[in-house]
């Protein structure tokens, strides 16, 4: 209940970032990269990692922390109290409609074009997500800036078993918003991209899919008109 409403939330900010996280959305599902029974990540994950790129991988910031302390002191929350915590887990955020984006550089109030906003999207997966990668991605960034969207894997994850420490090395990792890395609850603790260690190779198949999205966005060498472009990124895999 609480992770769909956040979501909500957040989806609520502007039309123009819920167009993104639902294109996003979309192309994994036409893709076939959203069934996390399958070993791939799930649809709740690609959400996820949407929202933290529009907090982290864009500058300015196209979307606040709404679990940021500022927010949830100043506005109403959803629930009522008894719902605010539960099982020792902070289940407050903010009320999207109090932000105010923090204006582009001069001559940059607009929005970029949707393309190059998912472009950008995934050149960032694809810089953190891959093989190799150092860090948790987080939509809770804990009041410390950038930085606190971007968490070191085994500090985050701390494993004696080398095995789950090669798994979490080699595939992306996402932090759930409310059953976090350090949540007092030691049995509440999620890591929403854990279903990419279910089955080899799928992992690597996301990435290769991340690959095909960057090079059909950035393939501007033969003139493809936009159209062509969609129908090529959000093509079905089979």
Wanted: with cysteine; proline share 7%.
């Amino acid at each position: 209940v609480h992770n769909t409403a956040l979501l909500r939330a957040y989806l609520d900010v502007a039309d123009y970032t819920r167009q993104f996280i639902v294109l996003v959305k979309l192309w994994a599902s036409r893709r076939g990269v959203n069934k996390a029974a399958e070993g791939t990540l799930s649809s709740y994950g690609h959400v996820l990692s949407a929202i933290h790129f529009l907090q982290a991988g864009v500058d300015p910031p196209m979307l606040p922390d709404l679990q940021d302390l500022s927010f949830v002191a100043e506005v109403r929350n959803i629930f009522d109290p008894k719902w605010q915590f539960y099982d020792g887990i902070d289940c407050r955020f903010g009320d999207p409609r109090s932000w105010t984006p923090p204006r582009r550089a001069l001559g940059k109030d607009t929005p970029p074009g949707m393309a190059k906003l998912l472009l950008s999207y995934f050149e960032y997966m694809l810089r953190y997500g891959v093989p190799g990668g150092e860090y948790t991605l987080a939509v809770r960034g804990r009041g410390r800036g950038k930085p606190g969207f971007l968490l070191r894997k085994e500090e985050a994850w701390p494993t004696s078993d080398p095995n789950k420490l090669e798994a979490l090395r080699d595939r992306l990792s996402i932090e759930d918003p409310f059953e976090t890395h350090d949540s007092p609850n030691p049995n509440r603790r999620h890591d929403v991209a854990r279903s990419l260690a279910s089955q080899k190779g799928k992992a690597a198949h996301l990435v290769a899919e991340w690959e095909r999205a960057r090079d059909i966005l950035a393939d501007r060498s033969s003139g493809k008109q936009a159209r062509v472009q969609v129908a090529r990124l959000f093509a079905r895999a089979w």
